[in-house]
């Protein structure tokens, strides 16, 4: 089946950067839209970017851009984000989640990874 | 940029009864609304897409409905297991893709 498996949690000091780790099985890599989505302690969730890993296109939030880098190796299977100049509202569990067939971007996310903590403090 | 609007915040609903969670579009989104369910320490799960379209292996007490702003997810008869917290998604226009605040369903 279907399997997103993401790393492990983070601790980094504010004006770090952090790099979390999404590896995709059970499914062509390159054929399916990778999102990112972070949810702060006791919050909603928050939608940060999309890519395409074939080819590597990308699309962020505006909250982020300038911030965040999604990148994706097709060698492994595995989508990367990238977010730099940590504060303290960083502080969330960033998931990883499966779109839709590259080409249909008006779709559910199904499904997600485990989730990652990153936990920004000094 | 869409906003989701969940209502109510918190449900207190007795096993075996009806638990019905409404979301709100603030523009039309057409069908392209998803209903996630959320436990503790879990990653979301997909139970409804289309508005409507159980994912596999959703039970059939599930039940979304709606199109175009007002949409409903539904639970027939609640089980133990269904007492999490839920989202609606809007995949319509993005970005960015937006969720609702979530509601949490609880035990009365």
């Known amino acids: 089946q279907v399997q997103l498996v993401q790393s492990g949690t983070e601790v980094k000091k504010p004006g770090a950067s952090v790099k979390v780790s999404c590896r995709a099985s059970g499914h062509t890599f390159t054929t399916y839209y990778m999102h990112w989505v972070r949810q702060a302690p006791g919050q909603g969730l928050e939608w940060m970017g999309i890519i395409n890993p074939s080819g590597g296109s990308t699309s962020y939030a505006q909250k982020f851009q300038g911030r965040v880098t999604m990148t994706s190796d097709t060698s492994t299977s595995t989508v990367y984000m990238e977010l730099i100049s940590l504060r303290s509202d960083d502080t969330a569990v960033y998931y990883c989640a499966r779109g839709g067939i590259t080409g249909t971007t008006r779709c559910w996310f199904d499904p997600w990874g485990q989730g990652t903590l990153v936990t920004v403090s000094s | 940029e869409i906003v989701m609007t969940q209502s109510p915040a918190t449900l207190s609903v007795s096993p075996g009864e009806r638990a019905t969670v409404s979301c709100r579009a603030s523009?039309?989104?057409?069908?392209?609304l998803a209903w996630y369910q959320q436990k503790p320490g879990q990653a979301p799960r997909l139970l409804i897409y289309g508005a409507s379209t159980r994912a596999t292996g959703i039970p059939a007490r599930f039940s979304g409905s709606g199109s175009g702003t007002d949409f409903t997810l539904t639970i027939s008869s609640l089980q133990s297991e269904d007492f999490a917290v839920y989202y609606c998604?809007?995949?319509?226009?993005?970005?960015?893709?937006?969720f609702g605040q979530g509601t949490k369903l609880e035990i009365k």
């Open positions: 998604q809007q995949y319509n226009k993005w970005p960015p893709y937006t």
């Open positions: 523009q039309s989104v057409s069908s392209n």
